[in-house]
C-alpha cells in the first residue's frame, strides 16, 4: 500500500510512477478526503480540550457547593459531539483505506514504462540446443513415454489438468526434491502452510481486493470467507502480519513448497498446451523479509538463487528485466527467468523474483525494531519462485530429447531418480 504522506508531499511524482504502470488516477478526491479528514480531528481535539476543562471545574464547584447539572449536561453535549464527529473521522478512514488498496505499487524509477513489449533481457545462460533431426513437442513425447496423462486428467478436472504418471511423476518429484535440498543448504526455513487462506491474506499480498476474481473461493467471495492459495507467497508475507520483528532477526529467508491454484487457466492458444498453463501446478516458493538498506542486496539474491536452480540443470534459459507495466500489482521491481522451450521457438517464465518493498507491509501491517533508535519501520517483502515446475517440465522434455525418443535426465536429478539416466518408452 503506498503511503498517503507520500502521496500528499510527492503527489505529481507517484501519479507519474503510476503511470508507467498503465494506472492513471486523479489524487483530487482522496486529497480531499485527508484534508477533511484532518480538520475533523483537529475539532474532535478541540472539543476534547474543551470537556477536560469543563469536567476539571467539577471538583471546585463541590467544594463551593454550587450545582453541578449544568457541567454535566454541558459534558453530555460534548460528548455526543465528539462520538459523531469520531465517526466522521472512520468514515474518512474507511475511504482513504479503501481508495489507497486499489493502487498498485509504484515503480522503481528506471523501469521502462509499458508491457511485455519494453521487457529487457539482460542474459542468457546455458547453450541453446541444437538438434540434427526433427524434434517433438513435450505433448507428444510425454504421451508416448507415459509420463503425463492429459486426457485422465480432464477426465477427472476438466481443462487445464494432468495427471503425472509412473516416472513422470518421479521426475516431477526428482525436481521438487533438488530445489528443497538446495534452499536448505542456503538456510532457508522449509514452511507447509495451510492452502486455505483466509480474505485478509489476500488483501496482504496486495491481491485483494483489486484481483479477487482469480482465485477459487471455497464458499462465498467475501472477507470472511477462505480461499485457495495460488502461490506460496500469498501466505508466508503474511505470516508476521501485525507483528514487530526484531531487527537482528532481519533478514527472515523462508521457503515453501504447495501446490497452486489459479483460475487464470484456460486459453487454448497453441503456446499454453499441454502443461504451459493450468488450474493447478506444482511451486517452491521463496520469500524473505528485511530492511529498507538490505531489499536490493536480497533482490540480487533471490534472482542468483532461482537463474543457478535453472542453470545447473542444464537448461538454456534468458534472465529478463520487467517493464513497469508487466510487473505484478504488488511489485515495484521484477526479473523473469524464462526456459527456451523449443517446439514453440519461444521462453516461458518458470520463475519471477520480485521486490515489493514495504507495499505488503504497509497493508498487513507488519514491522521492525531497530536496535540502535528502537523505533518501528516497515520490512521489506521479497519473492521468487524457486521454482515452478510446470514449465520446466516440457523444457527438460524437449531441450534433453533424443532421436531415438528417449529423453536424458539432468544429472543433478538422478540421485532422486535411483540413479536413472534416460526416460525410455516402456516395452508394451
Same mark, same amino acid.
Given at each position: 500500500m503506498i503511503s498517503i504522506e507520500l502521496i500528499k508531499n510527492e503527489t505529481e511524482k /507517484?501519479?507519474? +510512477? %503510476?503511470?508507467?504502470?498503465?494506472?492513471? /488516477?486523479?489524487?483530487?478526491?482522496l486529497l480531499n478526503y485527508d484534508e477533511e479528514r484532518r480538520k475533523t480531528i483537529q475539532q474532535v481535539e478541540e472539543l476534547k480540550a474543551k470537556k477536560n476543562k469543563v469536567s476539571s471545574m467539577i471538583p471546585q464547584y463541590k467544594k463551593e457547593g454550587k450545582d453541578t447539572s449544568s457541567i454535566f449536561e454541558d459534558m453530555k453535549v460534548l460528548g455526543a459531539k465528539i462520538e459523531e464527529l469520531d465517526k466522521i473521522v472512520q468514515d474518512y478512514d474507511t475511504k482513504i483505506k479503501n481508495f489507497i488498496a486499489v493502487l498498485p505499487n509504484l515503480p522503481d524509477e528506471d523501469l521502462l514504462p509499458g508491457g511485455k513489449e519494453n521487457n529487457k533481457v539482460i542474459r542468457t545462460g546455458n547453450k541453446k540446443p541444437e538438434f540434427s533431426f526433427k524434434i517433438k513437442n513435450h505433448v507428444d513425447m510425454c504421451n508416448e513415454l507415459g509420463l503425463i496423462d492429459y486426457d485422465r486428467g480432464v477426465k477427472l478436472s476438466g481443462n487445464g489438468a494432468w495427471i503425472y504418471r509412473g516416472v513422470g511423476a518421479r521426475l516431477e518429484w526428482a525436481l521438487l526434491n533438488y530445489f528443497i535440498e538446495e534452499h536448505l543448504k542456503d538456510g532457508y526455513e522449509f514452511i507447509l502452510p495451510p492452502h486455505m487462506l483466509n480474505y485478509d491474506c489476500g488483501f496482504g499480498a496486495g491481491q485483494f481486493p483489486k484481483f479477487s476474481d482469480e482465485v477459487y473461493w471455497i464458499d462465498s467471495k467475501d472477507e470472511k470467507s477462505k480461499f485457495l492459495l495460488p502461490t506460496a507467497e500469498t501466505a508466508l508475507v503474511n505470516m508476521y502480519k501485525g507483528e514487530i520483528i526484531q531487527e537482528d532477526k532481519l533478514p527472515m529467508k523462508f521457503f515453501a513448497y504447495t501446490p497452486c491454484?489459479?483460475?487464470?487457466?484456460?486459453?487454448?492458444?497453441?503456446?499454453?498446451?499441454?502443461?504451459?498453463?493450468? !488450474?493447478?501446478?506444482?511451486?517452491?516458493?521463496?520469500?524473505?523479509?528485511?530492511?529498507?538498506?538490505?531489499?536490493?542486496?536480497?533482490?540480487?539474491? +533471490?534472482?542468483?538463487?532461482?537463474?543457478? +536452480? /535453472?542453470?545447473?540443470?542444464? %537448461? !538454456?534459459?534468458?534472465?529478463?528485466?520487467?517493464?513497469?507495466?508487466?510487473?505484478?500489482?504488488?511489485?515495484?521491481?521484477?526479473?523473469?527467468?524464462?526456459?527456451?522451450?523449443?517446439?514453440?521457438?519461444i521462453y516461458k517464465e518458470v520463475s519471477s523474483?520480485?521486490?515489493?518493498?514495504?507495499?505488503?507491509?504497509?497493508?498487513?501491517n507488519t514491522k521492525y525494531r531497530k536496535i540502535d533508535t528502537k523505533k518501528t519501520e516497515y520490512v521489506h517483502t521479497l519473492n521468487a519462485s524457486g521454482l515452478a515446475t510446470s514449465r520446466l517440465f516440457p523444457a527438460i522434455i524437449e531441450q534433453f530429447q533424443n532421436e531415438d525418443?528417449? /529423453?536424458?535426465?539432468?544429472?543433478?536429478?538422478?540421485?532422486?531418480?535411483?540413479?536413472?539416466t534416460k526416460i525410455t518408452k516402456i516395452k508394451e
Open positions: /507517484v501519479k507519474s +510512477l %503510476l503511470e508507467k504502470k498503465g494506472c492513471m /488516477v486523479d489524487f483530487t478526491e491454484y489459479r483460475r487464470e487457466a484456460g486459453s487454448y492458444r497453441q503456446e499454453e498446451r499441454g502443461m504451459i498453463r493450468g !488450474h493447478q501446478f506444482n511451486k517452491i516458493e521463496m520469500v524473505q523479509y528485511t530492511t529498507p538498506e538490505n531489499s536490493a542486496k536480497a533482490f540480487e539474491e +533471490l534472482v542468483s538463487k532461482a537463474e543457478n +536452480l /535453472v542453470k545447473n540443470l542444464g %537448461l !538454456h534459459y534468458q534472465v529478463s528485466k520487467l517493464a513497469a507495466g508487466d510487473c505484478s500489482a504488488s511489485m515495484k521491481r521484477t526479473y523473469d527467468i524464462e526456459v527456451w522451450i523449443p517446439s514453440m521457438g523474483a520480485s521486490n515489493a518493498g514495504d507495499y505488503q507491509a504497509r497493508r498487513n525418443g528417449s /529423453v536424458t535426465i539432468p544429472e543433478v536429478l538422478r540421485k532422486y531418480m535411483s540413479g536413472m
